[in-house]
């Protein structure tokens, strides 16, 4: 049997009902062109993705996990690789969905990979610790509600599916867990200049606790030019309005720039 190993983050699920579900929340899966699982281990979600009809692959960066799923799983394709370091546009067949439950301690730079590939990646179904769940599916005003939470709601639309406790898990984490549905909403490119976009909202929740109008200073300097948004803080704007705040905030450096 496979030792769940503490540096890889490593919680192995032991419950069939909850690896059942998560694979049940796949959206359309006859509509995926690559169905790709990150951290698979003793193949609690591998052996449902299996029996399906549909172009399946998983990352693994575990030796002994690898061994045991070629024994069990023959017939399934594991890459023996870091799936942060990996370009997921160069699959054949797309869009791609990203499953799994995550280990921990990737599971945030496992989002932003969702992010970069938002093209490529039309979904994501995964369990996360349940604090970053919820962070992810916050909608504006709630204190949870921060960089991740603006930035995958832009490109997606996210469902808290349910929390999974503890006891679920071999060995049991000291937290609960939460599954989280991303699916890629209609946007192609946002309404602003997406890389100042970034910068912005990233800027803003660095100094969460000031207004806009001090944060935005880190990025435009003097402020000479006043806007409503200055006066809120970051967790009480929506994505719309980060977009808006985006437009102003350029319009302001194109001034500066041309009046220098």
Do not use: W
């Amino acid at each position: 049997m496979v030792k769940p190993k503490k540096h890889l983050g490593q919680h192995f699920l032991k419950d069939e009902s909850i690896s059942q579900e998560i694979v049940s929340s796949v959206n359309e899966i006859e509509a995926i062109g690559t169905v790709l699982e990150i951290g698979p281990g003793t193949g609690a979600l591998t052996k449902y993705f299996a029996t399906k009809k549909v172009n399946f692959l998983a990352f693994e960066v575990d030796k002994e996990s690898i061994d045991f799923l070629s024994i069990n799983y023959p017939s399934v394709k594991v890459l023996n690789q870091d799936v942060l370091g990996y370009d997921l546009s160069s699959f054949e067949f797309k869009p791609v969905a990203i499953v799994g439950n995550f280990p921990y301690n990737i599971s945030s730079q496992i989002l932003f990979k969702a992010i970069e590939y938002r093209y490529e990646v039309n979904q994501l179904v995964g369990m996360f610790q349940k604090e970053v769940a919820e962070r992810v599916a916050s909608p504006p005003g709630s204190k949870k509600y921060g960089i991740l939470s603006v930035l995958i709601q832009a490109y997606f639309n996210v469902e808290y599916l349910f929390t999974v406790h503890e006891e679920s898990f071999i060995p049991p984490p000291k937290v609960k867990s939460g599954v989280i549905r991303l699916l890629r909403n209609d946007v192609s490119k946002l309404d602003c200049d997406e890389k100042l976009f970034f910068k912005i909202v990233k800027a803003t929740f660095n100094q969460r606790r000031k207004m806009i109008r001090n944060s935005i200073k880190t990025i435009v300097g003097k402020l000479e030019s006043e806007h409503e948004l200055f006066s809120k803080r970051p967790e009480q704007l929506s994505v719309q309005n980060f977009i808006t705040l985006t437009n102003f905030t350029e319009s302001i450096i194109k001034t500066s720039n041309s009046n220098q």
